[in-house]
């Protein structure tokens, strides 16, 4: 029985490594400081991102341009390629900010522009996406966002994830998430500017609401689960990611995507235009 000691000397190693890299992952996505965010990009850097973090694999990832800006003089052009590195995992372009606490009601806002040479393909890049902090401790790992804003094809469309169990996710067992829905779609406009906000009171119970406007008008409304039953809330992401290129002998009509962001907000406060429309063209999802 000799072998029983290394054994379970090995084992708890494994243990402890598991426990500290479950609770490092844990610190890292707590959100310290200020609940208030803005970034218009006129500083002519990403230094308001050291709030949260910056996933971009190349110089060409993230370029501060100072002409055709929605607001100022600066915005944030983002760009991926299907042959670049992978960033956390995958191919990814993306800002990020730190973790919210589930059950905290948050405002979100920003711009997005999409070039006329924005080319349709039939896997889904994620343009924005509230991530899900994976209660790694327990095994939790791969879930779908609770939100993102998604194009696929020609078409732009808002879908929602949520799931009460404890334990939601394994690795390759992933099951489906308890719920899901579509919030709201639309064809894709090119060449223009579109100002978004979201209101979220984040909950895996009957007391979360998702609100939205485009542009201004009110477009969609889910009351009822928005989230994961976690220890913390999802942390809010901007960019570009495409997790079908990241899978083995992908390849993709087009040479790279590229989008335009300005104006990102994130506040305890509200966070809509004095021109807004509180209910014109809503669509109610309350499950």
Request: charged share 25%; hydrophobic share 40%; glycine share 10%.
């Amino acid at each position: 029985m000799r072998w029983l000691a290394p054994v379970a000397a090995g084992a708890a190693v494994l243990i402890a490594g598991h426990v500290a890299y479950s609770f490092a992952y844990y610190i890292s996505n707590l959100e310290f400081g200020s609940k208030e965010f803005a970034d218009g990009f006129e500083g002519g850097d990403l230094s308001a991102w050291q709030a949260g973090e910056t996933e971009f694999c190349c110089d060409h990832s993230a370029t501060v341009i100072s002409n055709g800006a929605r607001e100022g003089k600066r915005a944030l052009k983002v760009s991926l390629a299907p042959e670049d590195p992978r960033v956390a995992g995958s191919k990814r372009a993306e800002v990020r900010l730190k973790a919210v606490g589930l059950g905290e009601e948050r405002w979100y806002a920003f711009s997005l522009f999409v070039p006329e040479g924005w080319h349709p393909i039939p896997e889904a890049a994620t343009v924005a996406q509230w991530h899900a902090v994976d209660d790694k401790l327990l095994g939790e790992a791969g879930r779908a966002p609770p939100l993102r804003l998604v194009i696929k094809d020609d078409q732009l469309s808002i879908a929602s994830h949520w799931d009460s169990r404890r334990i939601s996710g394994f690795p390759f067992l992933r099951a489906a998430p308890e719920g899901g829905a579509i919030l709201w779609s639309a064809p894709l406009k090119r060449g223009v500017w579109t100002d978004w906000v979201f209101r979220i009171h984040w909950s895996y119970g009957d007391d979360g609401v998702v609100e939205i406007w485009k542009d201004g008008a009110s477009i969609a409304r889910q009351g009822g689960p928005n989230a994961y039953n976690d220890w913390l809330g999802p942390f809010f992401k901007l960019g570009i990611y495409v997790p079908h290129w990241n899978k083995p002998g992908a390849i993709s009509p087009i040479e790279r995507h590229e989008i335009i962001i300005d104006r990102v907000r994130q506040s305890t406060q509200p966070l809509l235009p004095d021109n807004h429309d509180m209910s014109a063209n809503v669509r109610s999802v309350d499950d």
